[in-house]
Structures are given as structure tokens and as C-alpha cells.
């Protein structure tokens, strides 16, 4: 494939950075490649760079808990192809992976040929994840249709208050902006994790984009 791509690469281990940078530059000849060790640095090098066309992201690096990165850059760049390389790979850590909306999963363990396919099927514009994806788009369907029930249990107040937990805002801001008491605002959200079967208000906001991702 010989079109002039950016790609990024982020990953905080030198080595495997230092062999994907390798592998794609083999697989893609052209391609001008940029590297991040960090959610930090990832974020800084999207700012200075708004025509990156890839971005193949680790799960595991500095700043990125988990999915929290993948979900953090899905919010800030929705229209950027983000494609997760994990050594993590096992069947539920690929299915949240594909829910939280990435352009697909590529195991660390693909040889060389396994990584110039999925390369040039997610540069053509398809999505590249390993087999069983139609089994989890059938699972997915349950599963949103399961969280819209939980969601419309909610009062329209309790609605509110959740859409400003995911705008981020504090329990005295809510308070603020509805004009009632922090207590009332307390009381809203134990009903809500109640409701949606959380612990916490990062549970709630994280399956509120769940949601917002799957439609």
C-alpha cells in the first residue's frame, strides 16, 4: 500500500514500540509514524497533529487504566480510527474493546503477514477484530436493550442529574443548576445506582457512553 499515512503509535514499552514501528513501516511503505508513551503525550501529539489518519493504542500505558483511555480518546476525536494492540487477549477484554467503539483489535502475538492484513482491511476503511464478532454484535444488542430498560426506569430529574455526571459536573454544581440541596442531589444518584446496578458514579457515566456509543 503506498498512500502516505500518519499513523501513531502509542505504547510505553520501548521494545514493542520499537517492533510495531518496524512491522508497519514494512506493511506500509510511506507511512509517516509518530510514537506516544503516554495518554499524556498521546493527547498532546493529537493536538499538534489533526490529520492522523490511525492511531494503534495499547491499553496499558501511562494515564490509561483499562478502557479508560479508549473511551477518554472515542469522546475527544470520534471520527479518528482507533485500533487497540494488546497482549491482552483474552474474548471479554476484545468484546469491551469493540463495545467502547474501536476500529478493531489486533493481538500483540500477530506475526508479521496476521499484521499487514489487518493493516491494509482497517486503512481500506473495515473494521478488523478476530473471528466471533457477530456473536458479540447479537450479545451487544441484548445488552443495550437491557441498559435502555434500566435507563428509562429513571425519573426526568434523576435523567438530569446523570447527563451533568457525565458532563462531569461536582454533587454542588448539579445542586446549583437544578436549584435544589446537595442532599437532594445525594439522594437522586443513590436511586440512580440503585437503578442501574452500580457502585459508583464513574459505573453510572461509563454505562451512560456505552449507550450514547452503541447508537
Known amino acids: 500500500m503506498d498512500n502516505t499515512y500518519t499513523i501513531v503509535i502509542a505504547d510505553d514499552h520501548p521494545l514493542f514500540r520499537n517492533a510495531l514501528f518496524q ?4 506493511a506500509i511503505s510511506g507511512a509517516n509514524l509518530l510514537e506516544a508513551d503516554s ?3 498521546l493527547q498532546a501529539l493529537l493536538e499538534k497533529q489533526p490529520d492522523v489518519d490511525l492511531v494503534l493504542l495499547d491499553l496499558k500505558m501511562p494515564g490509561a487504566n483499562g478502557m479508560s483511555g479508549l473511551i477518554l480518546l472515542r469522546q475527544q476525536y470520534p471520527d479518528l480510527p482507533i485500533v487497540v494492540v494488546s497482549a491482552s487477549e483474552e474474548q471479554a477484554i476484545v468484546k469491551q474493546v469493540y463495545q467502547h467503539g474501536a476500529f478493531g483489535f489486533i493481538p500483540k502475538s500477530s506475526d508479521m503477514r496476521a499484521l499487514n492484513g489487518a493493516l491494509n482491511q482497517i486503512l481500506e476503511g473495515e473494521p478488523f477484530y478476530p473471528d ?3 456473536e458479540w454484535q447479537v450479545d451487544e444488542n441484548a445488552e443495550v436493550a437491557e441498559l435502555e430498560s434500566k435507563i428509562a426506569t429513571l425519573t426526568p430529574q434523576q435523567r438530569n442529574v446523570l447527563n451533568m ?13 437544578l436549584n435544589v440541596s446537595e442532599a437532594t442531589i445525594k439522594a437522586h444518584m443513590t436511586a440512580i445506582f440503585r437503578k442501574l446496578g452500580v457502585k459508583n458514579r464513574t459505573q453510572a457515566v461509563i454505562l451512560l457512553q456505552q449507550l450514547s456509543l452503541s447508537e
Not at 455526571?165 to 443548576?177: C, F, P, R, T, V
Open 23 to 26: 512491522s508497519v513501516h514494512m
Open 39 to 41: 495518554l499524556d503525550s
Open 132 to 134: 466471533g464478532v457477530e
Open 165 to 177: 455526571l457525565n458532563d462531569g459536573l461536582l454533587n454542588k454544581q448539579i445542586a446549583y443548576e
